[in-house]
C-alpha cells in the first residue's frame, strides 16, 4: 500500500475512474500536458488520451458549461476550477443549472458532474487565489459541498463525488496538498458524501472542524491532553448535506463544542451548526457554543495571511473559555 500525499490522492482517485468508467472526462485549464497548477492531473493526458483528458482555454464560464451538457448527456465531467477564486464566471452555471436540473425536467436529466477547485489559504497567493466561500455553495439546493482533510479522505470522498448521480463541488485545501502522507489503497472504495467523520474521540469538549483546520485542529487537541482535557474531533467532510447527526451525538457526550473554521464568520457554515445546536441540542450544552473563523474581511496578501487564519492558541483560547463555564 502507497503512501502519498493528498494531490497524489486526488490523482489516483481521477485515474480510476478514469480507468473503470469510460463516461469519465477530465477537463480545465492546463490539466493535460501540463498535468494542473498543483500537478492533480499529472501523466492523465498522457495515459488516458487527449480526448479524456482535456486542456480548455482560459474560460471558466465555458467550462462549467460544457460540464453541465456533457453530464446532462450521461457523460460524468470532471472540471477543475484552477483556484476556488476563479469560480465566479462558473457560478450561474453551477447554481442556475446543474443543482436544478434534477427539478427543472422533474427527473429526466440528471447532472452527475463534479468541479473540483484548490482551496483556502495558506500558501501566500496572490488575490483571488485563496477564497473560503464553501457556504454560498452549501446554501444552494441541489449540489453537494465536499471539502477532504486528509489524503484518504480525498481518494474516498472524490471517487464517490464522480459516481454520485448529482452535482457535487469538490474543494481541496490546497495547504495540506503535500502536509503529510498517508497510506491509501488503490481500491476503488468509496466513502459516504452524507456523514462526518469522528477522528478522535473524547469526553470533555467536541471540536469540528473540515479542510485545511484539521492540522491545527488535532494540535490544538494535543495540546489539550498534555493539560488533562479530552477533545473530541470531528470532521465535516461533506458540509452540504450536513451530518448534524454525529455531531449531535458528540456534543451530548461532552457537553462543549468549539467549531474552527478557515472562512469568515459571518453566515457561515459554522454558524449553521452552532444554530443547529442551540435549536437541537440545547439542553445538552453545558455552554455556550464558541467560533474560531477567519475574520469578515478580504484574505489579506501574504504578509498578514497568518492573523487571519485561526491559530492554535485561538482554538485553546476559545476552549479554555467553554470549560470554565460551570
Known sequence: MAKVTMVEAVTMALAHELEHDQDVVVLGEDVGINGGVFRATN?????FGEDRVIDTPLAEAMIAGMTVGMATQGMKPVAEAQFMGFIFPM????????????????????????????YGGGIHAPEHHSESIEAMFAHTPGIKVVIPSSPSRAYGLLLAAIRSPDPVL??????????????????????????????????DVTLVTWGAMMKETIEAA?????????AEIIDVATISPLDMDTIHESVAKTGRCVIIQ?????????????????????????????????????????????????????????????????
Open 262 to 326: 478557515e472562512a469568515a464568520k459571518h453566515c457561515s457554515l459554522s454558524s449553521e451548526i452552532a444554530a443547529n445546536l442551540a435549536d437541537q441540542g440545547l439542553y445538552d450544552l453545558h455552554a455556550p457554543v464558541k467560533r474560531v473563523t477567519g475574520y469578515d474581511v478580504v484574505m489579506p496578501l501574504f504578509k498578514l495571511e497568518k492573523k487571519y487564519m485561526p491559530s492554535v492558541d485561538r482554538i485553546l483560547d476559545k476552549v479554555h473559555q467553554v470549560l470554565e463555564v460551570s
Open 222 to 230: 494535543d495540546a489539550l491532553a498534555k493539560q488533562g482535557i479530552s
Open 170 to 203: 469538490f474543494f481541496e485545501p490546497k495547504r495540506v496538498y503535500h502536509l503529510n502522507k498517508e497510506e491509501v489503497e488503490d481500491d476503488g472504495e468509496e466513502y459516504p458524501l452524507d456523514m462526518c467523520f469522528v477522528i478522535r474521540e473524547g469526553t
Open 43 to 47: 501523466g492523465l493526458a498522457q495515459r
Open 91 to 118: 457560478f450561474e452555471h453551477i447554481v442556475c443549472h446543474a443543482a436544478r436540473m434534477r427539478n427543472r425536467t422533474r427527473g429526466r436529466l440528471t447532472c452527475p458532474l463534479v468541479i473540483r477547485a484548490p
